[in-house]
């Protein structure tokens, strides 16, 4: 992954501490969906694609309030879902490879890592992650209550530099 670090972290966590809803930037949104169909290996990578979704879902939210007109140009960005079961998937099946923490039931996925917590509903339950949930690796997660999806382009921008920071290393 090739991405350029544009933001001081401490700033960024600043912002990301604050509730205020931020704008979604056409740029990041194409960042963002650029990275859809990747598969995350590693803990930076993995955050930085649940960063990119949380933005997506953000942008998804923000489109049922939309003119007609205006969806019509960004519907095939509601599509990602598909794409995040299979990354769950992947994490659940390589499960110990990741430092994350991860709670799924019928209708909520939720997985903290590095701190955050990202929730989405509507993830398929594939055999895997049905076997998952049943399992001793399978844990219940309180939620802390900070909605990401007001903030997404923060975190979004907090997790590039996590990458930019890893390569650099």
Same mark, same amino acid.
């Given at each position: 992954?090739?991405?350029? #670090?544009?933001?001081?972290?401490?700033? $960024?966590?600043?912002?990301?501490?604050?509730?205020? &809803?931020?704008?979604?930037? %056409?740029?990041?949104l194409?960042e963002?969906?650029?990275?859809?169909?990747?598969?995350p290996?590693?803990?930076?990578? $993995?955050?930085?694609?649940?960063?990119?979704?949380? @933005?997506?879902?953000a942008?998804?939210a923000?489109l049922?309030t939309?003119? %007609?007109?205006?969806?019509?140009?960004?519907r095939?960005?509601?599509h990602?879902?598909?794409? @995040?079961?299979l990354?769950?998937?992947? &994490?659940?099946?390589?499960?110990?490879?990741?430092?994350?923490?991860?709670?799924?039931?019928?209708?909520?996925?939720?997985?903290?890592i *590095?701190?955050? =917590?990202?929730?989405? =509903?509507?993830?398929? $339950?594939?055999k895997?992650?049905?076997?998952?949930?049943?399992?001793e #690796?399978?844990?219940?997660?309180?939620?802390k209550?900070?909605?990401l999806? %007001?903030?997404?382009p923060? &975190?979004?921008k907090y997790?590039?530099?996590k990458?930019?920071? *890893?390569s650099t290393?």
């Open positions: 992954m090739n991405i350029e #670090k544009e933001y001081d972290d401490n700033e $960024l966590i600043e912002i990301i501490s604050s509730t205020e &809803v931020q704008e979604i930037k %056409p740029q990041e194409k963002a969906y650029s990275v859809i169909k990747y598969k290996k590693t803990d930076e990578e $993995l955050f930085l694609y649940l960063s990119s979704m949380n @933005l997506l879902n942008w998804s923000k049922r939309m003119k %007609p007109k205006e969806k019509k140009k960004l095939k960005i509601n990602f879902k598909q794409y @995040l079961s990354v769950i998937n992947e &994490v659940v099946e390589h499960y110990d490879e990741f430092n994350c923490e991860l709670s799924i039931n019928s209708n909520m996925t939720l997985i903290e *590095n701190g955050f =917590q990202f929730s989405f =509903q509507g993830i398929k $339950l594939s895997s992650i049905k076997e998952f949930i049943e399992s #690796k399978h844990t219940e997660i309180t939620w209550g900070k909605r999806q %007001p903030i997404s923060s &975190v979004y997790a590039k530099g990458i930019k920071n *890893n290393d």
